[in-house]
């Protein structure tokens, strides 16, 4: 019988034997909990769980790819290995999906297998978008990257070409007067995407996950009212 403290702690003196056997610990991840980001910078955090077993420390392991690419391989540095801590920073590079993955130990020498990994992507800038005509590119300091496109032509589109993904976001602006604009996996249509809002704001709108693929995405415009594209978020997982 495998016994740790915090078994004995959780027992209780009525509780049968079976019960003081530690299990092995059952981590548990945290954020980030949105799936596209601007941001160049993010936090990725867990906590050991609801388990009878005390957890002690983790191993912590990353990995990226580019959003037309392949995953590296698994990176683990020496400072995020048999680590107390419950969350580690990453820097983010645009257009990029990182995943971070976890797994604990306990008092009684036990090792939980890897958790499923937690991924985010930062969003590509929207000059990396191939345009249509009718297409202006504007710039201003409250904007990802400092620029973004405009347009009032319906059925002028954006365009990425040979992406692999599992989730798309729009890094756009709402107002009370912005148009709609759908978003085409290889030609074929995922959602319409309606940007009036009752204030200017530019924010991430991730769509729900579809079946992974490498594909063109396509965003169209549906209206004939002004929409304003900042960028898009291409992520693998």
């Not at 683990?76 to 971070?100: E, F, H, I």
């Not at 904007?143 to 599992?166: C, D, I, Q, S």
């Not at 965003?219 to 900042?230: C, E, F, G, P, Y």
Request: aromatic residues 8%.
């Amino acid at each position: 019988v495998v016994v740790d403290q915090a078994a004995l702690d959780n027992a209780g003196t009525g509780g049968v034997w079976n019960r003081l056997s530690s299990g092995l610990p059952t981590p548990q991840r945290r954020g980030p909990y949105e799936f596209g980001t601007i941001a160049s910078h993010a936090r990725f955090s867990w906590f050991g769980g609801y388990s009878s077993s005390a957890v002690t420390d983790f191993d912590v392991r990353w990995r990226k790819a580019r959003w037309n690419g392949t995953y590296g391989s698994w990176n683990r540095p020496g400072a995020w290995q048999r680590t107390p801590v419950t969350d580690v920073p990453l820097g983010l590079r645009t257009g990029n999906t990182y995943c971070v993955s976890v797994r604990a130990h306990n008092r009684a020498g036990q090792r939980s297998d890897w958790l499923p990994a937690r991924c985010l992507a930062r969003a590509l800038d929207d000059r990396s978008l191939l345009r249509s005509t009718g297409w202006t590119a504007k710039r201003g300091s409250g904007y990802f990257g400092r620029t973004y496109l405009t347009t009032a032509r319906k059925g002028a589109t954006l365009t990425l070409p040979g992406a692999r993904v599992k989730r798309v976001g729009l890094v756009a602006s709402t107002c009370r007067s912005c148009g709609k604009v759908a978003v085409l996996i290889d030609g074929k249509r995922i959602r319409t995407v309606d940007l009036a809002g009752p204030r200017h704001k530019t924010q991430t709108l991730m769509l729900p996950a579809f079946r992974r693929q490498k594909a063109t995405i396509t965003l169209k415009v549906r209206s004939d009212a002004r929409v304003r594209i900042d960028g898009l978020v291409v992520n693998r997982s």
